[in-house]
């Protein structure tokens, strides 16, 4: 299996400007989380889907942020209009839900520098 | 109330044991997790252990549990430089349409030559 796949692994934008960042979870998964890290924060859950519907959105941090899962194969985050507080390493993880330990498996993560 | 803590850092000497400490607040957690993170990469699970569980061992892993006082370690013998990484414990929480974890916030272990 390919892993949770995440694109890009790196984006550089100004301010202002919009920003979508993608997941591909691991095939058969059916839950998908979106992580957010950085050095103040630590390891932050924004949103997480089950069965491709959302069901706890409490840590998306204000309206710039708008997390979609069209089918169970892909998602997308998008910040717009993107801000410099937004720097930080986003991660998707996936998982199957109910699993036994129902494991969250992390993608490599995309590293964002809004300027 | 949900929180998960966890030393920031921790330095050893190669070939010696590390212990990494966690201690969570939630009582009804059911599988508690360790998941290692080298430079640059994503978290990568490393083990759990169920809550009914006092001890699981996986190579030069042990994970240590007690109940009672809510503490969780992880113990790596014989650790060697490629062990250098953070550490993050996790709880998953009872309840709900899926397994919503917490995380500590992590343990810098850093082992010198």
């Known amino acids: 299996d390919a892993g949770v796949i995440q694109s890009p692994r790196h984006e550089v934008t100004e301010m202002g400007q919009e920003v979508t960042l993608r997941c591909k979870p691991i095939s058969g998964h059916n839950s998908l989380f979106w992580y957010r890290q950085t050095m103040m924060r630590g390891l932050e859950l924004l949103i997480y889907?089950?069965?491709?519907?959302?069901?706890?959105d409490s840590g998306m941090p204000e309206d710039r942020f708008s997390a979609k899962m069209p089918n169970a194969s892909f998602s997308t985050l998008k910040i717009q209009p993107s801000e410099p507080r937004d720097s930080a390493v986003y991660f998707c993880?996936?998982?199957?839900?109910?699993?036994?330990?129902?494991?969250?498996?992390f993608g490599p993560g995309t590293r964002l520098l809004v300027l | 109330g949900e929180d998960v803590e966890q030393s920031l850092f921790l330095s050893v000497r190669e070939g010696d044991s590390s212990v990494i400490n966690c201690t969570y607040t939630d009582s009804s957690s059911t599988y508690l997790y360790w998941y290692k993170q080298e430079p640059g990469a994503g978290l990568q699970l490393l083990t759990y252990?169920?809550?009914?569980?006092d001890m699981k061992q996986d190579q030069r892993l042990t994970v240590l549990l007690n109940k009672k006082d809510k503490h969780l370690s992880l113990r790596i013998a014989d650790t060697q430089t490629g062990d250098s990484a953070i550490y993050f414990c996790?709880?998953?929480?009872?309840?709900?349409?899926?397994?919503?974890?917490?995380f500590g916030t992590g343990t810098l272990l850093a082992v010198q030559p």
């Open positions: 889907f089950n069965n491709n519907v959302p069901i706890d």
């Open positions: 252990i169920f809550s009914n569980m």
């Open positions: 993880a996936s998982s199957l839900v109910p699993g036994g330990q129902e494991t969250q498996y």
């Open positions: 996790a709880e998953r929480l009872v309840g709900g349409a899926t397994n919503k974890l917490i």
